[in-house]
């Protein structure tokens, strides 16, 4: 690419035709890759793909004394942790607001050198996003925390102890740091109303991998009994549902159609039935699945997002888009971030009809009802959208904006599209080949 490398001049009103391949999740990915920091030998972690998230932790992981090279399969990497004990972690400053996921070193750090140190993190900004719940739980493993102003330092002044833990909220954050610390804590954790999303699962697949033993009910309760050592893992990554359902609303909002190669069903089931219920198509194949509009009209739909199993919110924004293009009035209700809607405003510009509301529009009250945060939204639709000059706020209302570029009318200016680097794989390549029409600014 040539021209300012984070505009993207979007030519719309070309539907999106091929075929792409959606890799390893962002949300388990670099989960595993901390994972690694907690076994006497190296790990191997396949279908990684190549964005900014896994480049941060990779970073952080290399800082902390890990050797990462790359392994003989494309996507693969090779962790050994060996060194982590003689790692000098002067620059870890450096790697304040990079990402959400140097919170979760905390358990590993701490019970391989009794302290851990945190820059602040980063992630989206689509609400207060608080790490409340995991200082609380890493206090009940017996660990110390001091709020510094460059970050948080913890110590464990004696070995970790497995606890019984229950969660104001089903975090799936929070789950992972119990994961991770409880593993190598002494005894038996037992943490109730735990997050239980897919890339949870495959982390505890990582971890029994490495010696762990955790079980998992149909109450959402999660037991661990800690173990004295860990070894290394060999996994392929489950693939990204969110990056697959993105492009499938891509598909639909263009009235086009894209097979995503690697795109699994059964962690998409609700994003499949929602999708068929607005009026899009598809077919689920041996390797991936085909998303495509099948002509007609769209139809509006009342959705509420959720914890898994219901729906995910990172594929809130993108079918937000979509929503645009159905007959009739649609409700969106956020009840897992409270400032997830904002990036609607752009879209209004665009010509869409959405109007945003405090109250709890959905079947349940949430969190967020009585709390003044405009988190349900009516979509009124369908509306035809006009080129735009459009500021990328967030990931996946990043990518969403690429959407309603690419369904618009017009030519729209899309600045800070390094940010969907972050979750997209090759986005910039990927566009091209599905026939749309972008370029440098
Ligand atoms: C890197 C990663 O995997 N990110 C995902 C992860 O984010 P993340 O793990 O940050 O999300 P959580 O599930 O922890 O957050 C859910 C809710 O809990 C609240 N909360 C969370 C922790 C805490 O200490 N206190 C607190 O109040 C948050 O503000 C939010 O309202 O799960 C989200 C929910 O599926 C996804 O949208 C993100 O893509
Ligand atoms: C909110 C997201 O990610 P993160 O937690 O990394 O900010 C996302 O992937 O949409």
Redesign the pocket.
């Known amino acids: 690419m040539t021209g300012n490398e984070d505009v993207l001049l979007v030519h719309g009103g070309t539907p999106l035709e091929g075929e792409i391949r959606v890799r390893g999740a ?3 990915v ?2 595993a890759m901390v994972a690694a920091l907690l076994g006497g030998e190296p790990s191997r972690l396949r279908n990684v793909p190549d964005i900014r ?1 896994v480049r941060v932790v990779r970073g952080l992981l290399e800082l902390h004394g890990v050797t990462v090279r790359t392994g003989s399969e494309a996507g693969e990497l090779v962790l050994d942790p060996s060194n982590v004990e003689s790692a000098d972690v002067a620059d870890i400053d450096a790697h304040a607001g990079s ?3 140097p919170i979760l070193f905390c358990g590993p750090l701490l019970h391989r050198l009794g302290h851990a140190f945190i820059p602040g993190l980063g ?2 900004d ?11 739980v890493l206090r009940q493993f017996g660990a110390t925390i001091e709020k510094r102003p460059e970050g948080q330092y913890l110590e464990a002044p004696q070995r970790l102890r497995g606890t019984k833990i229950k969660l ?9 740091q119990v994961l991770l610390t409880a593993v190598l804590a002494e005894g038996v954790t037992e943490l109730s109303n735990a ?1 239980v ?1 897919p ?1 949870i699962e495959d982390l505890i697949c990582v971890l029994q991998k490495m010696g762990a033993i955790i079980s998992l009910d149909t109450d959402r309760t999660i037991r661990i009994t800690g173990v004295d050592r860990l070894g290394g893992y060999q996994h392929r990554a489950l693939p990204d549902r ?1 990056e697959a359902a993105s492009w499938a609303c891509a598909a639909l909002a263009t009235e086009g159609s894209v097979y995503v190669h690697g795109a699994s069903q059964r962690e998409m089931l609700t994003f499949l039935n929602t999708y068929r219920k607005v009026g899009g198509a598809f077919a689920v194949e041996d390797d991936g699945i085909r998303f495509w509009h099948p002509g007609g009209p769209l139809k509006a739909i009342a959705l509420e997002t959720d ?2 199993p219901g729906f ?3 594929w809130q924004q993108p079918l937000v888009v979509a929503l645009t293009q159905a007959s009739g009035l649609s409700i969106v209700h956020e009840t ?3 400032s997830r809607l904002g990036f609607t405003e752009a879209l209004n510009q665009m010509g869409a009809h959405i109007q945003l509301y405090r109250e709890c529009l959905g079947g349940t009250p949430c ?1 967020f009802g009585q709390r003044n945060f405009l988190h349900s939204a009516v979509v009124s639709g369908p509306t035809k959208l006009q080129a735009s000059e459009l500021v990328i706020p967030d ?1 996946r209302g990043g990518f969403s904006y690429l959407i309603a570029a690419l369904a618009a009318q017009g030519t729209s200016r899309v600045h800070g599209i390094e940010l969907i680097n972050r979750g997209y794989e090759n986005f910039m390549e990927k566009l091209p080949g599905l026939g749309a029409k972008v370029e440098a600014a």
């Open positions: 962002k949300n388990l670099p989960k998230d990402s959400r996921i992630g989206c689509i609400g207060g996003r608080p790490i409340d719940f995991h200082f609380d104001p909220y089903p975090s799936v954050g929070t789950t992972e997050a999303e890339e969110l914890v898994h995910q919110t990172d897992v971030y409270e969190r990931l």
